[in-house]
């Protein structure tokens, strides 16, 4: 027999959603109290619900207001994760166009999916590297500077099983030993920004740099590609890698999870 809605209030997991779904809508978040008005429930079992959410990280502690309760890291990440990036493409979309457009070169947000990483929205002038990135594309972590970008701000468990899969050789100056690719990483996070030295593609060079959403850390990077000399070359280096950094705020404030979950 179905259950209706009235009836399934009071299943235990029905409650729990239902806290969520109270917390959701404030970027600071609710109290207890708050909860306890909201959902007309007792105290005790609004502590007892508030305290399991809290142990297995779908909510969290505000960090401008302690006593209050806001969306937790797991269920932020489980939103962002979703296979649908139709949203991605429609808030970035104008932010990357003007970053194509003041380098001249093809750009593009990648996306970790799982333990893969793959490219989800790309703008670029008319130039044969358009078709090198395309959405849906796979980003090898150890080959591609969006791929370093996000995998050296991964939990140390992540890096270890996406590295337990060999990898795979693309150009001769492509990173297969994992010392090695860990020595990479580390400098990534040491500057803030990596680089694709023609080891995903001969004759191309990329640089990435990591996209640091609050409450979820790095899900995506942004990155440009092209021909080696106009992306590392002497005279345009700087500017380029300027550019990216100052880009990866501005989706950092786009892809803000309030945004996808209010």
Known sequence: ???????????????????????????????????????????????????TLLEVNLLGVSSTKSRNYVLGTRLLRLAHASS??????????????????STGQTCFIAKLAGLEIKSVSTEAPDTPVRTYVVPGKSMPPNA???????????????????LETPLDSFTASTKTDVDAVLADLAEVRKRGYSLD??????????????????????MYAVGITGPYERI????????????????????????????LLS
Do not use: C
């Open 1 to 51: 027999m179905a259950i209706s809605r009235d009836e399934s209030k009071d299943k235990p997991l029905d409650r729990y959603v239902a806290v969520l779904e109270a917390v959701a809508p404030f970027p600071d978040g609710l109290s207890a109290s708050d909860v306890e008005a909201v959902l007309q429930l007792p105290k005790t079992t609004v502590n007892r619900l508030l305290k």
């Open 197 to 218: 030295l023609a080891e995903h593609v001969d004759g191309l060079a990329s640089i990435g740099a990591p996209i640091k959403t609050p409450g979820i850390g790095v």
């Open 144 to 162: 591609t500077a969006s791929g370093k970008a996000i995998l050296a701000f991964q939990p140390d468990e992540v890096v270890r099983k996406v």
């Open 84 to 101: 649908d990036s139709d949203w991605i493409v429609t808030t970035t979309q104008k932010i990357l166009q003007n970053l194509a457009e």
């Open 232 to 259: 590392v070359g002497e005279s345009v280096f700087e500017s380029n890698v300027k550019r990216l950094l100052d880009t990866a705020l501005k989706l950092q404030r786009a892809l803000q999870p309030i945004a």
